[in-house]
T-cell receptor
Framework: DQQVKQNSPSLSVQEGRISILNCDYT??????FLWYKKYPAEGPTFLIS?????DKNEDGRFTVFLNKSAKHLSLHIVPSQPGDSAVYFC?????????????FGDGTTLTVKP | GAVVSQHPSRVICKSGTSVKIECRSLDFQATTMFWYRQFPKQSLMLMAT?????????EQGVEKDKFLINHASLTLSTLTVTSAHPEDSSFYICSASLSGSGTQYFGPGTRLLVL
């Protein structure tokens, strides 16, 4: 049973438009959520996170929204830039259990076209 | 801050040999480190959780005698792929987390090719 799901394997948007990446989870114990960005042949880099006590966190062009009742989170990138083209992983953790261990989704490949 | 390095970045070895990969947290102490592998066009697969001073916790299906993990200090964890075979060829990535933090900081990865 996959506890973190990213149902869209790929997404293509035009430069300057908004990119919306979605993630669903099933484990109600998850209380901390993260997004990572990964380029080919590199390790993932931390992008933005959100605690379950919040429903929105913003950092520059990146905003993460959390809907706890729906067990859904999304990452908004606006405006999208060609350099944003990468694989984006959603991750979730239950901070009162195995500290630091996260469950990852399968990733969504974002392509931003110039 | 929160930089994690891996060495080597790329290694080619003959079948049957052992390969050691190092993961270091450069500017922070990591009580917990994680080892992942990633196959082409696939997600990150967690192999094991490495805690400083104790035995690693392996995920289901990962052979602990095949993938030896040592976390000797708060800044260094090593993964040794023993008696490597071509099917072990993969991209291995480590990560480290600050104590009590849910955020992981990843190394740049090690590409292993077993001939």
């Amino acid at each position: 049973d996959q506890q973190v799901k990213q149902n869209s394997p790929s997404l293509s948007v035009q430069e300057g438009r908004i990119s919306i990446l979605n993630c669903d989870y099933t484990n109600s114990m998850f209380d901390y959520f993260l997004w990572y960005k990964k380029y080919p042949a590199e390790g993932p880099t931390f992008l933005i996170s959100i605690s379950s006590i919040k429903d929105k966190n913003e950092d520059g062009r990146f905003t993460v929204f959390l809907n706890k009742s729906a067990k859904h989170l999304s990452l908004h990138i606006v405006p999208s830039q060609p350099g944003d083209s990468a694989v984006y992983f959603c991750a979730a953790s239950a901070t009162n259990t195995n500290a630091g261990k996260s469950t990852f989704g399968d990733g969504t490949t974002l392509t931003v076209k110039p | 801050g929160a930089v994690v390095s891996q060495h080597p970045s790329r290694v080619i070895c003959k079948s049957g040999t052992s390969v050691k990969i190092e993961c270091r947290s450069l500017d922070f102490q990591a009580t917990t480190m994680f080892w992942y592998r990633q196959f082409p066009k696939q997600s990150l697969m967690l192999m094991a959780t490495s805690n400083e001073g104790s035995k690693a916790t392996y995920e289901q299906g990962v052979e602990k005698d095949k993938f030896l993990i040592n976390h000797a200090s708060l800044t260094l964890s090593t993964l040794t792929v023993t008696s490597a075979h071509p099917e072990d060829s993969s991209f291995y990535i480590c990560s480290a987390s600050l104590s009590g933090s849910g955020t992981q900081y990843f190394g740049p990865g090690t590409r292993l090719l077993v001939l």
